[in-house]
């Protein structure tokens, strides 16, 4: 068994407090990104974990073990590094037994191990060269195939593939999501790349200054985000707000006025939802939802700024009337330009809708969707 | 067809001026260095070199008498070898201590929190004291009635001995007052050690691998040419050594702490006779370019260069 169990985990470097009361629990053989801007306390989190930091307060359990207060090599776990802290005087082989050998395994079980990483990373040609006689792509193999040889039940990974170009970022995404298949062992993986830990991924955590803003799967991020932090940080382009008032409530259903909207837009929330009446609400609305409309259907009225053309889509960046930005996904071949005006209208059935102190209040989702984060759900409990 | 011809020219001309000027630039920008490095080092090292094969007095006529001075220094003067055998103890002592407790205060340096600034400098000063006024300060040290080190030891109920005065002690006393100005060893691994990634030490404690380990199999490795560049300046240093033991002990006593450099001064400066210490001189230039030879080429088993390539390592293509 290796769950982990993290319990109300507070870290501080002098007066700055970085972790400010962690919860989490994460599943034995489950892959979890920590996914959070930079500053966020993601990697402090996991250091916490490795047992590079010492906590403030809190708990830490692996399996059914307290490794709270357990030496980091005592904790049964492997961590890889950003810039693969690979020992540039050793060769490949010497980088992958070096803790063995000082742990004093034999020296066949060393030879095994190192051998069996080297096939599954495909580097068995390499384990006589040294790390500056490797690119990028086989420092990180061997980087992870230092945590391999150790088989532990914890991988630590910290943004692992940073320092590779996009392309090589790719097929090592592949590679470490078939690895984890292959090994089976839970992985805690620290990225500020939200690409990275919606692939990856079976749950992520979203981190925002230094606090647990959402733990979920990708899709539940994406399509129900618990409050706006994750809403604007999940996504690209991000998610456009408006603010609106809520003028009317007749049991599920809300009518919004004034703000950013130009028409009133009414919309489902869950029959048990009660929303504030006194206090403006947030709209979301992710760019590809936004519709080109008339102006007699329009919710938002704006300017073109800029039509970033991608190719298959567009970016339409947009000054709306009320003073605020947003961006439009369109179809590449849309014929949008520059500094015209803009029609835009709201599907009530994509919108997102938050409260003043930014929470998600809660809406039904369609069914097709729904199904497939249930789904979701289902293959992490599998 | 004129214009053309009458145009091309000049252009040649330019041509020509700016390849000149492109060549000569850069020599002129270092010509400082240049004149200074002909007249205050080559020009005195090939006049030694010259001086060495002839007797030179410092008043009188001076005789070309080829190798004899070599021939002289090492089959009819003990006192060559006297020398020569003290400067070797000398080194053998001094290098190993220099550098040892330069890195051990380095490491030390490296990882306290508090103050280290204070004590970066407080072990730095003593090197950049002239060696005058250090030895003032040692002399005082090492005095056998009024000196701090024979107090100290009266506190502990010990009689302290003659530091300056018994023949075997004169030299651990050399030997103590110069590595008190071991602040340029350390600053140099104190650098060096910053400059060691310190995910390196965290994933060898991921690992478990000990600390003794993780200092021996990642530490030296990687301070490797930082230990190369102050072993052998330590040699050349002890080869040097010539300030402390001429004002400390003026070579005695008895002849103990006469150091090599101090008999090709005494030649030089005593006995007028400038083309024997010449000739000590080159000697001494070779021993010292023969045990950094030696040194160097023993470091290739223990030196690890980030840039390098070996044969052994393989093709190195990536």
């Not at chain 1, 009414?266 to 760019?287: F, H, M, N, Y």
């Not at chain 1, 009337?321 to 849309?334: I, N």
Request: overall charge neutral; some cysteine.
């Amino acid at each position: 068994m290796a769950a982990i169990r993290i319990e109300n985990l507070r870290k501080g470097f002098g007066s700055l407090e970085v972790l400010k009361g962690i919860n989490l629990d994460i599943a034995d053989g489950e892959f979890v990104c920590f996914l959070g801007p930079s500053g966020c306390g993601k990697s402090t989190l996991l250091r916490s974990i490795a047992g590079l930091e010492e906590l403030d307060s809190g708990s830490i359990r692996l399996g059914d073990r307290d490794i709270t207060d357990l030496r980091s090599a005592k904790r049964d776990i492997a961590m890889v590094f950003q810039n693969y802290a690979l020992y540039p005087h050793m060769n490949v082989r010497k980088n992958l037994s070096f803790g063995l050998a000082l742990n004093g395994m034999k020296r066949d079980e060393i030879d095994r191990r190192v051998n069996n990483a080297a096939d599954i990373l495909r580097i068995s040609e390499l384990l006589h060269r040294k790390p500056r006689q490797l690119s990028g792509g086989q420092r990180q193999r061997v980087a992870i195939g230092r945590a391999i040889v150790r088989e532990p039940k914890l991988f630590l990974l910290d943004e692992p593939l940073s320092n590779l170009d996009a392309g090589l970022r790719v097929t090592m995404r592949v590679e470490l999501a078939a690895l984890h298949e292959r090994l089976g062992v839970t992985m805690i993986y620290v990225t500020h790349d939200q690409v990275e830990a919606m692939t990856l991924s079976d749950r992520v955590v979203v981190l925002d200054k230094g606090k647990v803003s959402q733990f979920g799967t990708p899709l539940e991020l994406f399509y129900q985000p618990a409050n706006l932090f994750v809403a604007g940080f999940i996504g690209s382009p991000r998610m456009n707000f408006v603010t609106a008032n809520l003028v009317r409530q007749d049991r599920s259903e809300l009518t919004l006025s004034g703000g950013g909207l130009v028409r009133d837009l009414s919309l489902e929330t869950l029959s048990s939802t009660v929303v504030a009446k006194d206090k403006p609400v947030t709209i979301g609305i992710r760019p590809d939802k936004l519709e080109l409309v008339s102006p007699e259907e329009a919710h938002l009225v704006g300017d073109v700024r800029l039509v970033e053309r991608l190719g298959t889509e567009s970016h339409v960046h947009i000054a709306l009337e009320s003073g605020s930005d947003m961006t439009a996904v369109v179809r590449g071949t849309h014929p949008v330009a520059n500094r015209e005006r803009i029609h835009l209208r709201i599907p009530a059935e994509h919108c997102h809708l938050f409260d003043a102190d930014g929470k998600a209040i809660a809406r039904a989702l369609d069914p097709e969707t729904q199904m497939l984060i249930n789904q979701e759900k289902s293959k992490r409990v599998a | 067809m004129d214009m053309t011809y009458a145009g091309a020219e000049p252009k040649v001309a330019r041509r020509k001026r700016s390849a000149i000027a492109r060549y000569a630039a850069p020599y002129l920008f270092i010509s400082p260095w240049i004149l200074g490095f002909l007249f205050f080092t080559l020009g005195p090292l090939v006049f030694s070199l010259t001086m060495s094969f002839y007797d030179w007095p410092v008043v009188g006529e001076r005789t070309f008498v080829g190798l004899d001075n070599y021939r002289t220094m090492i089959s009819d003067d003990p006192q060559f070898w006297e020398s020569l055998w003290i400067t070797v103890k000398f080194a053998a002592i001094y290098v190993p201590f220099n550098i040892i407790m330069s890195f051990f205060l380095a490491l030390m340096l490296h990882n306290i929190r508090f103050a280290s600034g204070f004590f970066r400098t407080a072990f730095y000063l003593p090197s950049v004291i002239s060696g005058v006024a250090l030895v003032t300060i040692w002399s005082w040290i090492y005095s056998k009635e009024y000196g701090l080190l024979n107090f100290m030891l009266s506190l502990v109920g010990i009689d302290g001995p003659n530091w300056l005065g018994d023949p075997n002690l004169a030299i651990v006393a050399i030997i103590i007052a110069s590595l008190w100005g071991l602040g340029g060893t350390m600053l140099i691994l104190l650098t060096g050690l910053k400059a060691i990634p310190k995910e390196l030490y965290e994933a060898a404690t991921v690992s478990g691998v000990p600390g003794w380990a993780q200092m021996l199999f990642i530490t030296l490795p990687m301070l490797g040419p930082m230990l190369l560049f102050t072993f052998i300046t330590s040699i050349i240093s002890a080869f040097q050594q010539l300030t402390i033991a001429l004002l400390l002990t003026k070579g005695g006593p008895l002849g103990s702490t006469y150091f090599f450099a101090m008999y090709i001064y005494d030649n030089a400066f005593k006995y007028f006779d400038m083309g024997y210490a010449a000739a000590g001189s080159w000697v001494m230039f070779i021993i010292v370019l023969a045990l950094s030879l030696g040194v160097m080429r023993w470091s290739a088993a223990w030196v690890y260069y980030e840039g390098e390539v070996r044969q052994n390592d393989g093709d190195g293509h990536a």
